[in-house]
């Protein structure tokens, strides 16, 4: 039955996936000789090269046209899948125009879908977690799984049987992905657009509106106002709960339920690894191995400063080789720009307001990820069916 209580025939069916598709695995890793590699060849396409549905190849990974010819058996074509066949099961992705001629690798393996069999729902399945557990049960391997085409013709999957349905399946899936590369797309875009405000407003290359006093320097010693006392809380403090933001080595992230300071704006930095910077206001808790300081004026300016410049603060202001550390005098004589107090509150709001932007479309991606599970687990076990001739937002509306 239908979501509107109407049949839809025929049903769904088990069926080997030898019923579906035909494969070949790639060349022996002896077939390819140091010599044989070259920079802006044909891309040899292993399980590394096939991320989030889709084949990234590196050029760095790419062999002569002399050997791409001779192993011309082994070319990926469009509507084939290429399936990673080692570590992590799953990876595969549907080959495009664009990726014709590449060629599968010692670590891969082509799957060719017999006629009838829709490529894009083909590979939906494959990277089902459903499918996935089946594919690690059942391959060999101890260290590392291994899967041969033994084994992959022979799992059984429950799939339409009706090949139009199979392709309402497919674009509905598809709808989910160009929602999801758009929004990728939208936030590479905005971070971009952001990283250039940034270039543009700490440099005073570019001023606000109503600014034109020319910016002082100091030493970021002067600046600071307050060190805040040392944290007690350890990195194994972090939860994936709270109210409070938590920051860890490495300025990253996590929440927890106690608040240690309660500040109007302070720069959280690592002390060890390299250097990180990171604004906070409010209340929250920081790892023992932070340092967190008040400023003078705006910290959400210095903090955006100093994240812009990183990569120079920490050559200048971290020591060791191995384990390294900041060396906190070092920060206190690093020279930082001095605007007026007014026009750092003001380039800060306009960077605040751009990372409020990017985090918010972040929540609308995570959503829509979440959105494309639930549409795999339910249509890709024929949970809720979808009629023919229907599309994707019958699945949206039923889902809300």
């Given at each position: 039955?239908?979501?509107?209580?109407?049949?839809?025939?025929?049903?769904?069916?088990?069926?080997?996936?030898?019923?579906?598709?035909?494969?070949?695995?790639?060349?022996?890793?002896?077939?390819?000789?140091?010599?044989?590699?070259?920079?802006?060849?044909?891309?040899?396409?292993?399980?590394?090269?096939?991320?989030?549905?889709?084949?990234?190849?590196?050029?760095?990974?790419?062999?002569?046209?002399?050997?791409?010819?001779?192993?011309?058996?082994?070319?990926?074509?469009?509507?084939?899948?290429?399936?990673?066949?080692?570590?992590?099961?799953?990876?595969?992705?549907?080959?495009?125009?664009?990726?014709?001629?590449?060629?599968?690798?010692?670590?891969?393996?082509?799957?060719?879908?017999?006629?009838?069999?829709?490529?894009?729902?083909?590979?939906?399945?494959?990277?089902?977690?459903?499918?996935?557990?089946?594919?690690?049960?059942?391959?060999?391997?101890?260290?590392?799984?291994?899967?041969?085409?033994?084994?992959?013709?022979s799992?059984?999957?429950?799939?339409a049987?009706?090949?139009?349905?199979?392709?309402?399946?497919?674009?509905?899936?598809s709808d989910?992905?160009?929602?999801?590369?758009?929004?990728?797309?939208?936030?590479?875009?905005?971070?971009?657009?952001?990283?250039?405000a940034?270039?543009?407003?700490?440099?005073?290359?570019?001023?606000?509106?109503?600014?034109?006093?020319?910016?002082?320097?100091?030493?970021?010693?002067?600046?600071?106002?307050?060190?805040?006392?040392?944290?007690?809380?350890?990195?194994?403090?972090?939860?994936?709960?709270?109210?409070?933001?938590?920051?860890?080595?490495?300025?990253?992230?996590?929440?927890?339920?106690?608040?240690?300071?309660?500040?109007?704006?302070?720069?959280i930095?690592?002390?060890?690894?390299?250097?990180?910077?990171?604004?906070?206001?409010?209340?929250?808790?920081?790892?023992?191995?932070?340092?967190g300081?008040?400023?003078?004026?705006?910290?959400?300016?210095?903090?955006?400063?100093?994240?812009?410049?990183?990569d120079?603060?920490?050559?200048?202001?971290?020591?060791?080789?191995?384990?390294?550390?900041?060396?906190?005098?070092?920060?206190?004589?690093?020279?930082?720009?001095?605007?007026?107090?007014?026009?750092?509150?003001?380039?800060?709001?306009?960077?605040?307001?751009?990372?409020?932007?990017?985090?918010?479309?972040?929540?609308?991606?995570?959503?829509?990820?979440?959105?494309?599970?639930?549409?795999?687990?339910?249509?890709?076990?024929?949970?809720i069916?979808?009629?023919?001739?229907?599309?994707?937002?019958?699945?949206?509306?039923?889902?809300?």
């Amino acid at each position: 039955m239908n979501m509107d209580g109407k049949s839809i025939a025929p049903a769904w069916c088990e069926i080997d996936l030898g019923e579906l598709a035909t494969f070949r695995t790639g060349p022996f890793g002896s077939t390819f000789h140091k010599s044989d590699y070259v920079v802006g060849g044909t891309p040899l396409i292993n399980p590394s090269h096939i991320i989030d549905g889709d084949i990234v190849p590196d050029e760095a990974v790419t062999v002569r046209p002399e050997l791409a010819k001779r192993l011309e058996a082994f070319a990926l074509r469009e509507g084939e899948i290429v399936i990673g066949r080692r570590g992590d099961m799953g990876r595969c992705a549907v080959v495009k125009r664009c990726h014709e001629g590449f060629l599968c690798g010692t670590g891969s393996m082509i799957v060719r879908p017999r006629p009838g069999t829709n490529p894009h729902l083909l590979q939906s399945l494959l990277s089902s977690p459903e499918v996935i557990a089946k594919i690690e049960e059942n391959s060999v391997g101890t260290t590392m799984i291994n899967l041969n085409q033994e084994t992959l013709s022979s799992l059984v999957i429950r799939m339409a049987a009706d090949p139009n349905e199979q392709q309402t399946i497919a674009d509905a899936l598809s709808d989910a992905d160009a929602l999801i590369e758009g929004l990728e797309r939208l936030i590479g875009k905005k971070r971009l657009i952001k990283q250039g405000a940034m270039k543009d407003f700490l440099t005073a290359k570019r001023r606000l509106p109503g600014f034109s006093e020319e910016w002082g320097q100091a030493d970021f010693g002067s600046v600071i106002r307050n060190v805040l006392p040392k944290s007690p809380r350890p990195a194994s403090f972090a939860t994936s709960s709270g109210d409070h933001p938590f920051f860890l080595s490495g300025a990253k992230e996590a929440k927890s339920s106690v608040a240690d300071y309660d500040c109007c704006g302070a720069i959280i930095f690592s002390c060890g690894g390299s250097f990180r910077a990171r604004n906070a206001s409010g209340k929250f808790s920081m790892s023992s191995d932070c340092l967190g300081v008040e400023t003078y004026g705006d910290a959400r300016f210095f903090a955006s400063w100093m994240e812009m410049n990183a990569d120079t603060l920490d050559a200048e202001t971290f020591y060791g080789s191995g384990l390294r550390h900041l060396d906190k005098g070092r920060l206190r004589d690093v020279a930082v720009p001095r605007p007026s107090d007014a026009e750092q509150s003001a380039i800060a709001d306009v960077l605040h307001d751009m990372e409020t932007e990017v985090a918010a479309l972040g929540s609308r991606l995570e959503k829509a990820k979440a959105i494309k599970k639930g549409m795999m687990q339910a249509l890709l076990t024929g949970r809720i069916r979808l009629d023919p001739k229907s599309s994707s937002e019958q699945f949206l509306e039923a889902a809300e």
